[in-house]
């Protein structure tokens, strides 16, 4: 006889049978019901555990960053943790299901590693990078519909935002395949089109979920904070149709009411060596704002400019719109090109009509970079055609596209099909031989892929015709963890025909190396072991596949970026190492400087092509000067509390070209807000904002001490004096008279961002204010002492009267953008994040602001009909608000006002 039972047993049948002395037990609702054998459907293994996932709800509940209970490590106290608890319940109503094998994992992924945990039932442990892995204690008997079963686990770190917790938890069980647990998967708000995490439950404890630490100040963005920290002065909008982003050198209008109307389209003139071409891409865009080219339109005289002036940078322009006509005199076709994006962006949406100006304007940096890491997390060619095309209306010139890291390589290479055979794809396996483990809960198809040669060839011709240099980044030697797979499969593969010198001839991999090492992001096999010349055959080979790649599309690669940064301890017991220290020919003397050694010999590969070199700081300041070459960018991503300035400050005494990078500024993967729905990473900025960034002051990084906190809310000292050790050596000594550096990037790195509009709302409207500090030296800015100086809240060289000149053009700005140019990013598609609002009630009264002017403003009460915000209105009942794009289509996200 057959006895149904209200738990799932996760156990092999065979085991049953035995324990049941010949019963078999069929989980059902019922307890009681019996059955004959010629009632019982039998479910394959497969459909046992594709049913599990199917049913089984997971919830991550974050309790505390400020725990007092933290387990000690390694026999010594842990001073800071975060505390969670993961529960598994299988909801009653839902059939049950036997597994046949005793052994079942459930696997989910975990930016922070556990390094404590306790549950009755389960064991949990970190296997590698974010890979986490729960199986069943020997006494667990199955679930039980209805019961919830928990693990509770502590981590050494900190988590801020909902969206690091990682979605795609996936049920694996030997012999069948892997199947992702339904609960887990993403969602996306129709309304908003943000995403949806059901198996996160939402931090709502500000005291302990908010707080990074227990000394930590910052206060959560709640919408009385919002309304607060708006700037109170106020200006009128009339300069809006005046406005051109980025900023001009210089505008002069002679008629404010004066307008010239293009309805009837533009003629184009072009005079001498600018062609049509390299100046196409404005005219599409003009386009799509309904100033199309017409013969019988407004003449648009284009040309070089004839008299040259010693200041005169590339790019430079100069723009005059008259009654009758439109004249630009350009320093070369890159100029020519940001001369009709200015004119475009003197165009409203949904007018034909143009203001008559005359403009005189050049770039104030060289480099004006955006970074995109597809590697991480995947992002289509059709998300990076979008973003050139926005790059070039804002006249940034630098494509920095990181390639390859331990989650992925996502370039197609025509000598090394492994990479993106392998490389490019996660799957719900652990063993990396057909593809790599589902790192980032990557388990999903959605976030991964890569660029054809075709693809990538594209991408660059794009960029071309947007006057954008493409910078690729295949980082090296650590983050490799995707390439070093890769040819550890091509190896077993040639090892396979027997052809040993082949397998060997790009492996990256010492089979006999047994350095136990845990990088950064706590992978324990992720850097490249550069002790062995195949890793330099590798390289080699990498590099000439990419220059012929580039050149096959006509986008010749100037400028190489290598990498170089957060490398661990690795290559410590590997043999082919200790024989290479060994060597006394050598000139790196230990282990310690081997890192330096691959950086200066990659370093001079690059270079020996004909292409700059550049990489991150960290990893370029351990080498030595005299055996690098001459050209290098070194990229700063040092915080400005942690001594950003210094590194600056030593590189550029190297007469390196230096490009800024500052996390807390730059790194547009952290929050717009210290809000826990807000997507992204805290560890050097608890809020990167569109404000913020415009506030940058790139010649003057000690500056910032003087306005900006830390991490933890705090005020913070910097000393930009000449300073030295006990023995006289300096330590630190202010910038090179007159030194300035080569430009700033946008970062947008991907841990956290897992689909294009995800990356759009983390890229815009920030990529604006990028643009704005890039292309443009505001008047306020305070010119760096190159004297030193000792900078604090106290210390006053920025003075009131310079914060009141920020704080209106900033006004100026937000108005600019929320009243003309994110209409524009609405026409292109652009899922730009719209602003939380600020929000007040004194009194009975709504009060509301928001951070970009002019966007619509919606409340509701009691849960109501949403009504359009104009001014303080009287409420009564539970109040939420929210904003809407430009062209009303997208809701921003919905807050309740707190009183």
Known sequence: MIRKTSYISVIATSLLLSACQGEVVVPSESNTEIVTPDKVVALTAQEQLNGLAKHLQVQYHFLSNVETDCPELNGEAVKHCYSAEISLILPKGNAAYVIEKQLWQLNYSQVYPSYASSSEHFNLLHLNGDMHQISPKAAFNGFKTGQEYKVKLWVKSTLITESELMPNYWLASEGLTAAIIDSTRSQVNKETGLEIQPWVVPFTDIAKQIKSAPDDVNQYASTQWLYDNEPKVTIDSSHVAFAITPTPKSIEIADKQARLDLANGLQVKLNGAIKYPQLAAAFERLATLGIKESSTGIVVNIELNNNKNADWRSGHYQLTINDSAIIIKAQDSSGAFYGLQSLASLVTVGSTKVPLVSVDDQPYYDYRGQHVDVARNFHSKEFMFSLIKQMGAYKLNKLHLHLAEDEGWRLELPSLPELTKVGSKRCLDLSDKQCLQPQLGGGASNSDGYYSIDDYQEILRMATKHHIQVIPSLDMPGHSRAAIKAMEARYHYYMSKENESEAKRYLLTDF????????????????????????????????????????????????????????????????????????????????EHLGAHFIERVSHMVVSKGIAVGGWNDGLKETDVTKMPADVYSYIWDALPWGAHKQVSEQAHRNWNIVLATPDVLYFDFPYQIDPKERGYNWASRRVTTRSLFNFMPNNLPIHAEFRLDTLGKNYKVNDTKQQDKSGKVIHQPLPKNFRVRGIQGQLWSETVRSDEQAEYMIYPRLLALAERAWHQANWQVPYNDMGEKYSKDSHFFTEKLRQFRDKQWLAFSQTLGEKELAKLDLAGVFYRVPTVGATIEFGVLSANLAIKGLPIEYRTNQGKWQNYQEPIKVNGPVQIRAR???????????TVTK
Not at 529 to 544: A, H, K, P, Q, W
Not at 885 to 895: I, L, N, P, V, Y
Request: charged share 25%.
């Open 512 to 591: 006999d190396d047994k350095t136990q090492y845990s990088s950064i992001q706590n992978y324990n096999d992720n850097t490249l072991n550069i002790c062995m010349e195949s890793t330099y055959t590798f390289v080699d080979r990498v590099l000439d596949d990419l220059k012929a790649m580039h050149q096959a599309a006509e986008h010749p690669l100037a400028l190489y970026h290598i990498g170089a940064d957060e490398t661990a301890g690795a290559w410590l017991e590997s043999p082919v190492c200790k024989a290479l220290i060994a060597d006394k020919s050598n000139d790196f003397g230990d282990a």
């Open 885 to 895: 794009t430009r062209d009303k289509q997208r809701a921003g996200r919905t807050m």
